[in-house]
């Protein structure tokens, strides 16, 4: 029997089976279902996504992508990470080979010493305190104040400088005065026991001179330019030039560089150890001038500037002021380190400061008699120390 509905349809066959029956019903319930699939109306399409929606679905793909790239740059930086720690380790094993390398060489080929065996050779830390002979009667160079118990000056002061160097504070530092003719010595005489006793530094407005050298004094590298001048009375005619003093009495410090320019215009000298012996011997009447360092005349000027008058000689040379470390050449370097430190460093203004609170605070605003040059003199390169990679020549 054939379904009527959809005639174009085909019949199908019933199955070769001895229940039609229940063929029979399937096919209709087929045909029901077909029947209510046709009358269900459409469905109209669903409405666009409001703006809230999309926001809401923006948000979301925006939190992923930020997730995304959190975890890509995370990755990022891992890896940079990775690559420097890298990089250190392999820095630090070349700065180790290369530490190892130059203490291999220095065991096998030598080299200059460092200042740790500087001062070992020099014995700077078996001392307990630094002797240190200097002038006690020079006014801005080096004096001695018995009523306070001080010590002031432009020597005194770089005294101080190199001393700090070498490790020893104020306290542990001893001045001693010392006679112009026991420079070369090294020997002073203590005050409170009258003994001889030795220093282990001269600071002494000492002159580099090549007969002082010839002669086995060991100099530093020079500290301070100054010049020969002269003072006299405040009633004395002018003194422009050395010729000026040809024939007359005239005081200078024994074994100083001025005897020997003096000597030859023809002045008559007569050489004290101490300068102060030299301005005694002009107030008494027995000479009537007094020569030697600018530096060191200038300080007298200033302390009595209604007494004497000080006057230029206009030389070209300069006297070279430097320090006597005795035989001890390691000492030397290492006071040379110092000076080169002072010189070279634009941080370091100890000689500046020292120059300007002596010296340049000297000067006669009326009538500018040149004193001592205003810069350190040059030091063009260190002293001759092994520094290691790390170190630095000016700390």
């Known amino acids: 029997m054939a379904d009527t509905d959809n005639g174009d349809e085909k019949q199908q066959p019933p199955p070769e089976t001895d229940d039609r029956g229940l063929w029979r019903l399937l096919q209709q319930q087929m045909a029901l279902l077909r029947r209510f699939q046709a009358a269900v109306p459409p469905q109209p399409p669903l409405p666009p ?169 060991h100099f530093s590298e020079p500290y301070l330019y100054t010049e020969q001048s002269v003072i006299t009375f405040k009633d004395h005619a002018p003194v422009v030039a050395l010729n000026d003093l040809k024939g007359k009495q005239v005081c200078s410090l024994s074994t100083s560089t001025s005897q020997s320019a003096l000597s030859k215009v023809g002045a008559i000298v007569t050489q004290k150890n101490r300068v102060r012996e030299c301005f005694e011997a002009m107030d008494n009447g027995q000479v009537e001038a007094v020569s030697t360092d600018a530096a060191i005349l200038a300080g007298w000027k200033h302390k009595f500037p209604a007494k004497y008058e000080h006057w230029d000689l206009g030389l070209e040379s300069n006297e070279r002021w430097g320090v006597n470390v005795g035989e001890n050449p390691a000492l030397e370097k290492l006071v040379n380190l110092t000076l080169y430190r002072s010189y070279a460093d634009p941080e370091d203004d100890r000689w ?24 350190q003199p040059p030091i063009q390169r260190p002293p001759d120390i092994g520094w290691q990679p790390w170190e630095d020549p000016l700390r």
């Open 49 to 217: 996504p409001t703006v809230e929606e999309i926001a809401s679905n923006d948000l979301v793909q925006q939190a992923v992508i930020e997730q995304a790239r959190a975890e890509a740059e995370h990755a990022a930086i891992t890896r940079r990470d990775n690559r420097f720690k890298v990089w250190r380790l392999a820095g630090l094993g070349l700065l180790i080979v290369l530490v190892l390398a130059i203490s291999l060489g220095r065991l096998l080929i030598g080299g200059p010493p460092s200042v740790a065996e500087l001062r070992a050779e020099a014995h700077v830390d078996d001392w307990d305190v630094l002797s240190i002979g200097v002038k006690d009667d020079q006014y801005g160079t080096a004096y001695y104040d018995p009523g306070t118990k001080t010590w002031s000056g432009f020597d005194i002061d770089i005294a101080y400088m190199i001393a700090a160097d070498l490790g020893f504070r104020r306290d542990d530092v001893r001045f001693y005065g010392l006679e112009s003719e026991d420079r070369a010595r090294m020997q002073a005489t203590d005050p409170a026991t009258k003994k001889r006793v030795p220093v282990q530094l001269v600071i002494a407005s000492y002159s580099i001179t090549e007969e002082r050298k010839e002669a086995g004094v």
């Open 352 to 375: 500046e400061k020292a120059y300007e609170k002596n010296l340049q605070s000297e000067i006669d605003p009326v009538k500018e008699t040149p004193i001592a040059v205003g810069q």
